[in-house]
């Protein structure tokens, strides 16, 4: 197999055979890639300046190109040397860039003086259908605080830049200084007053377009949650308002170079304004929110987000392929490499509990274990004691919040017999894989039965209908969590994950079955003895030596215990929606 | 669902909802990021230098830090200007960093005097413990051809530096200078000789380990294939052979500076040496192999590789993820936003050919349209005529080659059903659904009649056997393309994947029936008349009728005739490897 290699006089010699790109991601060879200018300041931290733009770029699958107006050295703790690079170089890195390379967005960051007076020249030099677009974020002042161009004269250089721009993208501070007002006079306390600012800083700028960035100043919505609202206001007088939630995070430096990078990388793409600023928002937002922790303790806050977070690790990927031959040399690191990249919790398992580990291991009962766990307890709890339950068995609940329940419950089980084809495709060993096979084909027959039912209830006319149903939001956000253990999880998290719909019902009903007083014709009271059934009853028995297998075949149990507690909280929240239910007139 | 909204006075206002990360995904939070710092210098184009180094750090699920010598106007068509970075900047940058930031790993590349003075300094300083590894690539001129750095003394800088560092990276012109010889002298012509020149660089350099990198220098094996050798030599006097497959690319700007960063992130994730050059090898292999284009159409040679080559775009993602909110927004970009990543060839259908298009889409026949395709035909016909084949029909064919044959094609087989599991989740509609879970049972049925065959007919005495079938590197190479377009590719992908063996055995004993001259007791004749069978012809109607399908739900039909060649490819390589196999005694 291995046909280069005659013998060596060196004995502690090994060859292997790298192997090359996955098949079909090698289709796409000599690709295209959208390419994106960053001109901006270096900041060797790596948290903003075009270091967090290149690694937006990056993740963002687009190509980065740099143009340096100065570097920094800072950290999140502060800025500790500015050095500006020379005007003739930065002509001549900018010039070379757009004469040799593709560049099809250009997003700015801190600029000098000498910067802007280059990159205005060479822009307005272009015509107007051969000017990439460009993303300009108004940086006035680093995260850290510090200024680094103390020059006063920089919002003059923006207000010149910005009608060549394609957008421009100024927070509450910057918004205040580019109006000459303070943030307080910006009165950015509704949504309208936000549009108005936005249409006045069109005015002021004249750049086309102005996303108003509402992240230094969260409001709070009635029920006490915090949210961030960014306006865009467009150049045909259109406006969008994006709202997404808050993060309670300290680390947030480098959040306005990110967010006008991915814009950029998103308008490099073909994207239009609306969706680029879109996408470039839940970038962001998730990124602060996932978070990462690279700085050393004595760093408290103004730490950097996580650019990464949606990447996988190459070599993971490598040796997971079929054909990767370089087991030989993990002879020690064969233990280093996980075996998947599993989300890994901060094991709270001390050494006295260890022993409860292998006596679980033992003697079963890994099912008792996750649903005392605290983390996924109060979850169960208000899964298996949901007031649903309780209102079907003595037949309070309405009919029509009944029937959507059903209906969401329908499409439910499509999604579910769906994620458990993917749990065969993962089955570890045949017998595993011919009972998610079986279990597809149940969940089939099952929802059969449920269309009978319900068009014998509900006088449902065809089966048009059950095509027709539309996911709810409760539902859509636990099919969502399906997707996403099937397509990142391994077999053992998929079994976690679909555990809690199977145990669930079951310890539900067992809750409740003193409280069953609907008449026995009901619909209500067939539901309820489904799931108190000798079938549902193996079907659980079942279930909990599946659990007892996967528990031996990861240490990881932390993950488990996070999967389980997530699917609690979707499936409360699934029973929740069906209270909540109103049947639109 | 939209609370916070008021009525404005603006009517074209859009509210829109920001979804949150993906569930899964932010259980990970603040995670701690493996982070790599590069000590180099920047190329303001991206291929090389520091953009090069953050690319890689980030496509490597890295935090990257940056501590500049010097910056560089260039492009792969020359370097244009140097800006040396002041020594107290540089100094500032390094120290600042190490002091508040982690530091898993430290890459070096093209320095300046100064700057390996201050490293040196630096370095020196702290105990060989708290010292992070560092991957020293030992440039001395640009791929671009450019020295730049005169001063000739840069060697004695590297042979400074090494003795502090993990690894040092050498290509065949570094080796050389390293030692004091030409090229010539070196003699790098077989493996021996790389060996021990790169345990001559260890002595040299005094770095405990030695890359010794023959990208340079492809060598030629017997069947005239090119491949290219790379030495890792180690302080415990082991050695690893690397081989991988030469890319004839023209464009290999910055994969010095990329393997060096690729090395230094998997340090920085904790792998061993051995894993991290492995990994690292292929990334950038992958890189160049699949290429991207983003030099204008005056430069020829020396563009960048593809940094980017497997990550997704973050925004295609998101609009699949079923709690997206912003459709609305799509008003004109739902175009612009492709079904998914799909490998999108150049199309190849002119005006006219389009006519052909409707014409199949009307009447049926895409499978003929994909075996005609001048990229799929070659492949066919090697496939569907193939020796094998025929040699089964005549009874020639070795027992032990056609056990061999039915061994992997009983392993293929779990695979198949594996991929059609992947198939029923993706499934546009109940009934396709339906159907994939149907195949997946008679694969299953199939394989029973495939073991009960096998045992009467080569005695073998227990099912064990069947479950400790080792893939042969066809198998390997056939299902991995199966793995990669059951996670990248769409359900029709999926379809065009899963056609050419159903359709292709059929044909194959079309074309051979008339040869069927073996004995009619003879598993040979029983294996031959399964693919004339009924059941087997109802089977590819049905292929044929999904075709037809398939072909109406996409118009990038190139992607599919590309997917179809490639299957065929390795069909008929599952046929030689048959031919081939020789029982090993």
């Known amino acids: 197999m291995l046909p280069y290699m005659k013998h060596t006089g060196y004995v502690n010699t090994q060859q292997v055979l790298v192997n090359t790109a996955p098949p079909y991601v090698a289709l796409r060879a000599n690709e295209r890639l959208a390419s994106v200018m960053t001109v901006a300041t270096s900041d060797c931290s790596g948290g903003a300046g075009i270091e967090a733009d ?18 920094t050295a800072q950290t999140p703790q502060g800025v500790y040397s500015i050095h500006e690079v020379p ?33 205005l020249e060479v822009m307005s030099g272009l015509k107007a259908e051969e000017r990439p677009p460009i993303v300009v974020d108004p940086v006035l002042v680093a995260s850290s605080g510090a200024s680094l161009v103390r020059d006063e004269s920089v919002i003059q250089d923006i207000k010149r830049l910005a009608p060549l721009a394609t957008l421009i993208t100024p927070n509450v501070h910057e918004a205040s200084q580019l109006l000459g007002c303070t943030e307080q006079e910006l009165q950015l306390d509704n949504v309208e007053n936000m549009i108005s600012k936005a249409q006045e800083l069109q005015i002021v700028t004249q750049c086309p377009n102005v996303l108003l960035k509402g992240g230094h100043a969260p409001w709070t919505d009635v029920r006490g949650k915090r949210y961030v609202t960014d306006v865009l206001y467009t150049k045909n007088g259109n406006c969008v308002v994006y709202l997404s939630d808050c993060c309670d ?58 650019h990464v977070y949606g990447i996988k690790t190459p070599l993971r990927e490598m040796v997971k392929d079929l054909c990767y031959s370089a087991h030989a040399l993990a002879i020690d690191s064969q233990d280093n490499l996980p075996e998947d990249d599993a989300p890994k919790g901060n094991s709270t398992r001390s050494s006295s509990t260890s022993s409860l580990v292998s006596q679980i291991r033992d003697s079963g009962h ?64 045949t017998s595993d894989f011919d009972k998610s096979v079986q279990i597809v084909t149940s969940i089939k027959t099952e929802m ?53 719909c199977l145990m669930g019902y079951g310890h539900a009903l067992d809750n ?12 209500y009271y067939s539901w309820c003895q489904d799931y108190l059934a000798p079938w549902y009853r193996d079907a659980m028995q079942e279930g909990l030596v599946l659990l007892d297998r996967v528990c031996q075949m990861t240490d990881d149990w932390d993950s488990l215990c996070e999967i389980y507690a997530t699917v609690c909280k979707l499936e409360t929240a699934f029973w929740d929606a069906a209270l909540q239910y109103e049947a639109s007139r």
Chains 1, 2 share one sequence.
């Open 54 to 71: 290149l690694k937006t770029f990056t993740a963002h699958k687009c190509y980065g190109l740099t143009c340096m107006a100065a570097l």
């Open 87 to 119: 005007r003739e170089h930065f002509e001549l890195a900018l010039k070379s860039n757009l004469r040799d390379m593709q560049v099809d967005a250009i997003k700015t960051g801190m600029l000098t003086k000498n910067a802007v007076g280059v990159l």
């Open 249 to 306: 995070s300290k680390n947030t430096h480098g959040t306005g170079c990110t967010l006008a990078s991915a814009i950029a990388s998103n308008l490099a793409h073909g994207e239009n304004l609306e969706h680029a600023v879109y996408g470039a928002i839940q970038y962001v937002h998730n990124a602060i929110e996932i978070g990462c922790s690279v700085s050393k303790a004595h760093i408290k806050e103004n730490g950097p987000i996580n």
């Open 366 to 429: 890994f099912f008792e274990y996750l649903v005392s766990d605290p983390r996924v307890k109060p979850h169960w709890e208000s899964y298996t004691k949901h007031d649903f339950v309780k209102r079907v068995a003595d037949g309070t609940l309405e009919r029509e919040k009944f029937k959507f329940f059903l209906e969401q419950d329908y499409a439910y089980l499509d999604n579910y017999a769906q994620v458990h084809c993917i749990a065969a495709s993962k089955a570890p060993t």
């Open 448 to 500: 059969e039965r449920h269309r009978e039912k319900m068009m014998k209830h509900f006088r449902i006319p065809d089966m048009k209908h059950f095509d027709e149903i539309k996911m709810g939001s409760a539902l859509k956000n636990y099919a969502r969590f399906f997707d996403d253990v099937a397509k990142n999880g391994s077999w053992i998290h998929l079994c976690a994950a679909l555990s809690p």
């Open 512 to 523: 409740f079955k003193d409280a069953i007083t609907v008449d026995k014709d009901d619909i």
